[in-house]
């Protein structure tokens, strides 16, 4: 997977940070959005992070899933 591929959401995953749900379980599996950073390092030094793919889902939501939270579209 790299930036800018179109990705799924392949497995069920409740977020309490969703805008037009903020506070409330949200179920975010089969949402579809836009690989916008896959993060390696940290003010330079190197990382390794449990969620390293961060992905864009509508206008105002960003999430930070694993690679086998994905499916490419």
């Known amino acids: 997977?790299?930036?800018g591929d179109r990705?799924?959401?392949n497995k069920s995953l409740k977020v309490y940070t969703h805008p037009e749900h903020r506070g409330?379980?949200?179920?975010i599996?089969?949402?579809?959005g836009e690989i916008v950073n896959i993060i390696t390092d940290w003010n330079g030094r190197?990382?390794?992070?449990?969620y390293p793919i961060q992905v864009q889902l509508g206008k105002k939501f960003k999430v930070h899933l694993s690679e086998?939270?994905?499916e490419l579209v």
């Open 7 to 9: 990705v799924k959401i």
């Open 46 to 50: 190197p990382i390794s992070p449990n």
């Open 1 to 3: 997977m790299k930036i």
């Open 24 to 27: 409330k379980a949200f179920d």
């Open 29 to 32: 599996e089969g949402m579809e």
């Open 68 to 70: 086998a939270e994905l």
